[in-house]
């Protein structure tokens, strides 16, 4: 379900409302309208996100959580907490990790 970093910042986005697919782009830095539009897809096929589409011309998509998605807000909450309060020592694990290998995984 959410086995992507792009899955869990579109969840993000979403979290404060319903959003324009244009919006959401700008929102999510560094994600092409294929990775954006393949995970809004995922996200609404297992049930997360709700996708309404206007007759307007040209045709205007909106998204956002559905119950279930919104079920997860919570949850997403204390992963960003974790992540706020062990950034460091996932930064040295990584260091770490990365000393004396001839190719490091990333460089952050």
Avoid: N
Avoid at 20 to 39: A, C
Avoid at 49 to 78: D, F, H, I
């Amino acid at each position: 379900m959410i086995s992507s970093k792009w899955a869990a910042l579109v969840l993000y986005a979403l979290e404060a409302g319903t959003i324009r697919y244009g919006e959401m782009k700008r929102r999510i830095e560094g994600v092409s309208e294929k990775m954006l539009t393949q995970t809004l897809r995922q996200l609404e096929r297992d049930g997360l996100v709700a996708r309404k589409v206007t007759a307007s011309v040209p045709p205007v998509s909106e998204y956002s959580l559905t119950p279930l998605g919104q079920s997860l807000v919570p949850y997403m909450g204390m992963l960003k907490e974790w992540a706020s309060d062990h950034y460091s020592q996932v930064k040295e694990a990584r260091a770490e990790y990365d000393e004396g290998r001839e190719f490091p995984l990333s460089k952050g």
